[in-house]
């Protein structure tokens, strides 16, 4: 089998302001095709008319040249050694950011094609799961209020059935006691019903994280995610070494290594690695494989549309993480992008899709509606 396109398709949603990323006004799905007939997808995070161009750029130079370059007439079935090339052809220009996410939104296509090859779902090829599903946890956006956000705390609950709430909160109230209040005032309203997490964005500096960990511990937090710089390493050690509060972070970094300087020097409890951000499920697979190795667990981090959460969701179960992130959002390309969806059960978790590769195909209609035709779109 031979790969013989890589289409990036740029999507758009007009409607959308993108005023909150969440919402997801704009995406980029990779397909890859191949001589067999068998298509992969995957999804590239960041923005899709430079990240298209990395896929589709041709370059003269050895070492300088576009991923769809690198792969035509290459078998799709060796995802790791595909998943080096790429790394290695892109390794002046690449490393850590946007080259990775494009590079692991390819290796998320290729991973699909080798589960539709050996008729197998992917976290199969990843080794097994114990299970057949995982609990989700709410990933809610920032409310103004306390008694707004236990509302909306009561209204996904009741309609998807969480078990667990994840709050984001917002840069200009972090500093105010005003997230320690909501976090108090959410759990005397749920009790221990709900198991609670806060995402603090990389707000605060060290001395500021410890002081709001030990604010939060009378109200039994899971993980306080994000809560310094993600290159402040050291702060991350102290911040674990003072409180009992567990510690995640990652979206914002890039491969491995990076995750190995969060583990080994931040001592971090968590690591949130996202196939469509940190180098696709092969990357994603390691660094879950390190954190099993030294203690740590792998949750991963998913937005974005439901390509990326079945990619992450495939990886979390092969690597037994407790918990998946769920957005909740209704962007309408998380809604409508592919045929499937990742409801919740009557005991909120979430299903491992059992159909061979991701799970997930496109809804065809939706992409030509969104269809943004930008260069290399279309050819
Ligand atoms: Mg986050």
Same mark, same amino acid.
């Given at each position: 089998?031979k790969i013989?396109?890589?289409?990036?398709?740029?999507?758009?949603?007009?409607?959308?302001?993108?005023?909150?990323?969440?919402?997801?006004?704009?995406?980029?799905?990779?397909?890859?095709?191949?001589?067999?007939?068998?298509?992969?997808?995957?999804?590239?995070?960041?923005?899709?008319l430079?990240?298209?161009?990395?896929?589709?750029?041709?370059?003269?130079?050895?070492?300088?040249?576009?991923?769809?370059?690198?792969?035509?007439?290459?078998?799709?079935?060796?995802?790791?050694?595909?998943?080096?090339?790429?790394?290695?052809?892109?390794?002046?220009?690449?490393?850590?950011?946007?080259?990775?996410?494009?590079?692991?939104?390819? =290796?998320?296509?290729?991973? =699909?094609?080798?589960?539709?090859?050996?008729?197998?779902?992917?976290?199969?090829?990843?080794?097994?799961?114990?299970?057949?599903?995982?609990?989700?946890?709410?990933?809610m956006?920032?409310?103004?209020?306390?008694?707004?956000?236990?509302?909306?705390?009561?209204?996904?609950?009741?309609?998807?059935?969480?078990?667990?709430?994840?709050?984001?909160?917002?840069?200009?109230?972090?500093?105010?006691?005003?997230?320690?209040?909501?976090?108090?005032?959410?759990?005397?309203h749920?009790?221990?019903?709900?198991?609670?997490?806060?995402?603090?964005?990389?707000?605060?500096?060290?001395?500021?994280?410890?002081?709001?960990?030990?604010?939060?511990?009378?109200?039994?937090?899971?993980f306080?995610?994000?809560?310094?710089?993600?290159?402040?390493?050291?702060?991350?050690?102290?911040?674990?070494?003072?409180?009992?509060?567990?510690?995640?972070?990652?979206?914002?970094q890039?491969?491995?290594f990076?995750?190995?300087?969060?583990?080994?020097?931040?001592?971090?409890?968590?690591?949130?690695?996202?196939?469509?951000?940190?180098?696709?499920?092969?990357e994603?697979?390691?660094?879950a494989?390190?954190?099993?190795?030294?203690?740590?667990?792998?949750?991963?981090?998913?937005?974005?549309?439901?390509?990326?959460?079945?990619?992450?969701?495939?990886?979390?179960a092969?690597?037994?993480?407790?918990?998946?992130?769920?957005?909740?959002?209704?962007?309408?390309?998380?809604?409508?992008?592919?045929?499937?969806?990742f409801?919740?059960?009557?005991?909120?978790r979430?299903?491992?899709?059992?159909?061979?590769?991701?799970?997930?195909?496109?809804?065809?209609?939706v992409?030509?509606?969104?269809?943004?035709?930008?260069?290399?779109?279309?050819?």
């Amino acid at each position: 089998m031979k790969i013989t396109k890589v289409e990036p398709i740029v999507l758009h949603v007009p409607t959308v302001a993108g005023l909150d990323d969440d919402d997801i006004p704009d995406d980029l799905v990779v397909r890859v095709e191949t001589d067999e007939g068998i298509v992969g997808i995957g999804e590239i995070d960041g923005p899709p008319l430079a990240t298209t161009t990395l896929v589709r750029s041709v370059h003269p130079g050895t070492f300088w040249r576009g991923f769809e370059d690198i792969l035509i007439g290459e078998n799709p079935l060796d995802v790791e050694r595909l998943w080096e090339k790429m790394y290695r052809y892109s390794l002046h220009f690449g490393r850590r950011g946007m080259i990775i996410w494009v590079l692991g939104g390819i =290796d998320i296509a290729l991973w =699909d094609i080798a589960g539709k090859y050996y008729k197998q779902p992917v976290y199969k090829l990843l080794g097994g799961a114990k299970g057949e599903s995982i609990p989700a946890y709410a990933s809610m956006p920032p409310y103004q209020t306390a008694e707004r956000l236990i509302q909306a705390c009561e209204e996904v609950v009741k309609k998807h059935n969480f078990t667990a709430i994840k709050f984001h909160t917002d840069p200009v109230r972090l500093h105010d006691g005003t997230w320690v209040k909501f976090v108090k005032a959410v759990r005397e309203h749920f009790g221990e019903k709900l198991t609670l997490m806060v995402d603090a964005h990389n707000g605060f500096t060290t001395d500021e994280a410890v002081r709001f960990a030990k604010s939060l511990e009378p109200f039994d937090v899971y993980f306080l995610e994000a809560a310094l710089l993600p290159d402040n390493l050291d702060g991350f050690a102290r911040l674990v070494s003072s409180t009992d509060i567990m510690i995640a972070v990652g979206e914002e970094q890039s491969t491995r290594f990076m995750f190995l300087d969060l583990m080994d020097r931040g001592k971090v409890d968590i690591v949130q690695a996202d196939t469509i951000v940190q180098g696709g499920i092969t990357e994603c697979k390691r660094i879950a494989e390190l954190a099993k190795d030294r203690g740590k667990l792998y949750v991963p981090h998913v937005w974005k549309t439901d390509i990326a959460f079945a990619s992450n969701f495939h990886v979390g179960a092969a690597a037994n993480s407790p918990f998946v992130e769920w957005p909740v959002s209704e962007s309408p390309l998380r809604k409508s992008l592919t045929n499937e969806s990742f409801p919740l059960d009557s005991n909120g978790r979430v299903h491992l899709p059992q159909a061979a590769g991701l799970g997930v195909t496109l809804n065809e209609s939706v992409v030509e509606k969104y269809r943004f035709p930008g260069p290399y779109s279309h050819y």
